[in-house]
C-alpha cells in the first residue's frame, strides 16, 4: 500500500496503539506514524534507540538499555519491561550439530566467534580480538561475513596488526536452523561496541555460548549487557574495552571459569524469562495494555 492507502486503512481499524518495528531503518514507513494512526504510538525492538520522531510516543525497553536517568536522551516517554526487553521463540530448531571441518574451522584450538554485521567491527575493537589471537596459540577468529571486500579487508587488516590472515575463518550465510547448529562450535562469541548484536547474541547464548560485552551508554550499547543480565551472567558484561579484553582472554585461557559460565547457560536456557516465549508475551502485553490507557504517565 501507499502511505496514504495505509494510513487509510489502519485510520478506519481505530487501533488503540501502533508499534513501529523499524526505526530508521532500510524500507520504513515512519511516514505512516507521522500522520497519526493511533492515539499511541510506540517503537519497539527493531532500532535500538530514540527515533526524535514526534509521533511516536513510547518507546519499549528495559532497566539496563534505558536505565532510570536516561529519559532526558528519548525524545520519546520510556515504558521498560521487567526483565529483558528482546522478544525470543523458545521453540527455535537446529540442524545437528556439523563437525568443525564441516564448518571450516581447524580441528583443534580455542574458537572466537563474531556473528554480527561486518559494519559493526571498528579499528580499536579489532585490535583487542588481534592481540585475543595472539596470546591464545592455535586459535581462529570465525566471523560470519559473506562480502568479498569485507573479508578481503579484514584479512590486509590481520596483517597489520602481525597475525596470519588464515587464523580469520569466514562463515557464509546459511538457513537459520544450520547456523544455530553451527553456533555450538564457537568457544567464545565476543561481542561489537558500540553497536552490540542482538538477535545474533541470543541465537549464541541460546546455542550455549558465553559471550562477552563491552557496555556503553546508549541503548544500542547495553543490549548485550541486558541479555547477560537476564541469563544470569552479568559479570560478563563489563563497562570498558580493557576489562573486555581481560575478560575474553581469562575466557581463553581459564577452563574452569568458562566452564561455569558455560552451566549457568545451559540451566538458564531452561529457566530464563529470556527464553520463555509465553511469559514474555504476557509481559509485553501489559506493557501495551497500559500504554492504550489515556491515563498513564511515564
Not at 588481534?130 to 577468529?141: C, D, E, F, K, Y
Not at 550499547?221 to 551472567?233: P, T, Y
Not at 511469559?279 to 489515556?294: G, H, I, Q, V
Request: with cysteine.
Amino acid at each position: 500500500l501507499t502511505d496514504a492507502e495505509a494510513v487509510a486503512l489502519l485510520r478506519a481499524e481505530r487501533i488503540d496503539v501502533a508499534a513501529d518495528l523499524m526505526g530508521h531503518t532500510g524500507d520504513s514507513r515512519t511516514p505512516i506514524l507521522a500522520q497519526r494512526i493511533a492515539p499511541v504510538q510506540v517503537a519497539y525492538l527493531g532500532y535500538p534507540g530514540t527515533t526524535a520522531v514526534a509521533a511516536i510516543d513510547w518507546v519499549i525497553a528495559d532497566a539496563v538499555v534505558a536505565p532510570p536517568g536516561s529519559e532526558a536522551f528519548y525524545s520519546e516517554r520510556i515504558i521498560r519491561l521487567p526483565g529483558c526487553f528482546q522478544a525470543n521463540d523458545e521453540e527455535r530448531r537446529a540442524d545437528p550439530t556439523p563437525t568443525r571441518a564441516e564448518a571450516g574451522l581447524p580441528e583443534s584450538g580455542f574458537v572466537f566467534g563474531m556473528f554480527s554485521n561486518t559494519y559493526k567491527i571498528l579499528p580499536d575493537l579489532f585490535a583487542i580480538w588481534m592481540r585475543l589471537l595472539a596470546a591464545t596459540p592455535g586459535s581462529v577468529l570465525w566471523i560470519l561475513a559473506s562480502h568479498p571486500d569485507a573479508r578481503e579487508n579484514l584479512r590486509v587488516a590481520a596483517t597489520g596488526h602481525g597475525v596470519d590472515p588464515d587464523r580469520i575463518v569466514f562463515a557464509g550465510r546459511v538457513a537459520y536452523r544450520a547456523h544455530l547448529a553451527r553456533l555450538a562450535l564457537a568457544d567464545l562469541a565476543l561481542d561489537t561496541f558500540p553497536f552490540n548484536g542482538g538477535t545474533t547474541t541470543s541465537d549464541a547464548l541460546w546455542a550455549g555460548v558465553p559471550m562477552v560485552t563491552c557496555t556503553g551508554e546508549a541503548f544500542a550499547s547495553r543490549m548485550g549487557a541486558s541479555l547477560l543480565a537476564a541469563l544470569g551472567v552479568p559479570d560478563l558484561a563489563v563497562s570498558n574495552l580493557e576489562a573486555y579484553e581481560t575478560t575474553a582472554l581469562r575466557m581463553a585461557h581459564d577452563p574452569a571459569f568458562r566452564g561455569s559460565k558455560c552451566a549457568v547457560l545451559r540451566e538458564a536456557r531452561r529457566r530464563s524469562s529470556l527464553f520463555d516465549t509465553e511469559a514474555f508475551t504476557r509481559r509485553l502485553e501489559r506493557a501495551y495494555e497500559t500504554l492504550a490507557n489515556p491515563a498513564v504517565e511515564a
